[in-house]
């Protein structure tokens, strides 16, 4: 069983940058696709983007293609999202997610989650 610890949300102005980070325990780190995922008010739960077991594959949604970064300390159990170039509609709790597979880009792929972290970008 492994366990999720999202941190670093909060509330930035328009074009700020934050990092999320994501702290796991309970598993080998190592072996699981870590992927983020965001959901904001009355919207479905939509992907952000995913690292590959070591970290030397990221895939991301076009929507934040660009802005966002995913990197990964398996030394830490640690997974990150670097946000820059924030956005008024990158408002959203962000969630991160774990799977012992290929990558995945819908939420019903993934086994494991946090209980996420809030980010508001305001204008």
């Known amino acids: 069983q492994v366990q999720l610890v999202e941190s670093g949300g909060g509330l930035v102005q328009a074009g700020g940058s934050l990092r999320l980070s994501c702290a796991a325990s309970g598993g080998t780190f190592s072996r699981y696709v870590m992927g983020w995922f965001r959901q904001a008010p009355g919207k479905e739960r939509e992907f952000v983007g995913a690292s590959s077991w070591r970290g030397g594959n990221m895939h991301y949604a076009d929507s934040v293609k660009g802005r966002f970064t995913i990197s990964r300390d398996n030394a830490k159990n640690t997974v990150y999202l670097q946000m820059n170039s924030l956005k008024p509609e990158d408002t959203a709790t962000y969630y991160c997610?774990?799977?012992?597979?290929?990558?995945?880009?819908?939420?019903?792929?993934?086994?494991?989650w946090g209980q996420g972290t809030q980010v508001t970008v305001s204008s």
């Open positions: 997610a774990a799977r012992m597979s290929l990558f995945g880009e819908t939420s019903g792929e993934y086994e494991y």
